[in-house]
């Protein structure tokens, strides 16, 4: 409950710039064009073009998601991490070998749980991108969901479900395994309140941010996919996407939007774990 919480919270505070992040990531898909990397610039036009709330296109899916997924991942791993902590000690004395084999349980599980609000979040975010007689036109989440679920069966559930999983595994591992180490190195000069808790979050968050960006970038191209005329899919699945956005794109493709992603990721991972740690304390004072 507390990680779902905490997620929420984060979500509602970044999920501008995840807008701003997706539609980055859609430019030049196919083409080879060039890319605007200007994250004010993409934001401005959003505003100019669709409206200030235009922003928060998605926000239903965001929410959603973190239910599901931020819930089953921090759950997990804050669930196993109390199992595996020695008598007296605390998270960071957990052997790396395991923290790393709890933030792939817990990071792959919580990315497949989240993979159907995660493709209506896409979705809803991309929609107005596509000529308007392909545009889905989804009202919100559930409307996403239920037509999803009618329209294109446990498919549409899962469209994207690989990249998903393996963003999830590649976030988490960066986002688990250095929290708890960082925040506890760092105790010794910052003491054990919120300052560290923001200096050890922003740390994860980058550190997550650059190992998964790849991932995340295929991601959107999959879950945002049409057919065409012919009802073929312009991508088979992830390798195929990657080798084809290689191809005409090239590697660096696969980091656009780089300093737009570190500016959502590392909020979201960094008000992650300050409103998690806070809610965790807030509860065990009311013994709640």
């Known amino acids: 409950m507390l990680g779902g919480l905490a997620g929420s919270t984060a979500t509602i505070c970044v999920q501008p710039i995840d807008m701003v992040k997706v539609r980055i990531q859609l430019q030049g898909e196919g083409t080879g064009k060039g890319v605007n990397r200007n ?16 922003l928060y296109r998605g926000l239903s899916a965001g929410i959603v998601r973190q239910l599901t997924y931020g819930t089953t991942r921090l759950g ?24 790393l084999g709890m933030a792939i349980a817990a990071g792959g599980l919580g990315a497949l749980v989240g993979t159907p609000a995660d493709a209506a979040l896409i979705r809803m975010q991309a929609d107005t991108t596509l000529p308007e007689a392909q545009r889905r036109g989804y009202r919100n989440v559930f409307d996403a969901l239920w037509r999803m ?7 549409g559930f899962f469209s994207g479900g690989g990249p998903t999983v393996a963003r999830g595994l590649a976030i988490n591992v960066g986002m688990l395994t250095t929290f708890d180490p960082t925040k506890n190195y760092l105790a010794k000069y910052l003491g054990d309140g919120q300052t560290n808790r923001f200096v050890s979050g922003f740390i994860s968050g ?55 992603f570190c500016v959502r990721i590392i909020p979201h991972i960094t008000l992650t774990w300050v409103f998690m740690d806070n809610y965790q304390i807030y509860f065990k004072k009311y013994n709640i």
């Open 206 to 260: 980058w550190c997550a941010a650059t190992v998964s960006l790849p991932f995340d970038f295929v991601k959107t191209r999959i879950q945002k996919m049409k057919p065409d005329k012919e009802g073929k899919l312009p991508y088979k699945g992830f390798i195929d996407c990657a080798a084809k956005v290689a191809k005409s794109e090239g590697l660096s493709a696969f980091y656009n939007g780089y300093v737009t």
């Open 149 to 155: 679920a009618k329209e294109e069966g446990l498919k």
């Open 39 to 54: 994250p004010f610039s993409i934001g401005r036009e959003l505003i100019a073009k669709e409206g200030f709330f235009s």
């Open 76 to 99: 997990v791993y804050r669930s196993l991490t109390n199992s595996f902590t020695p008598p007296g000690g605390k998270e960071s004395d957990i052997p790396f070998v395991h923290t």
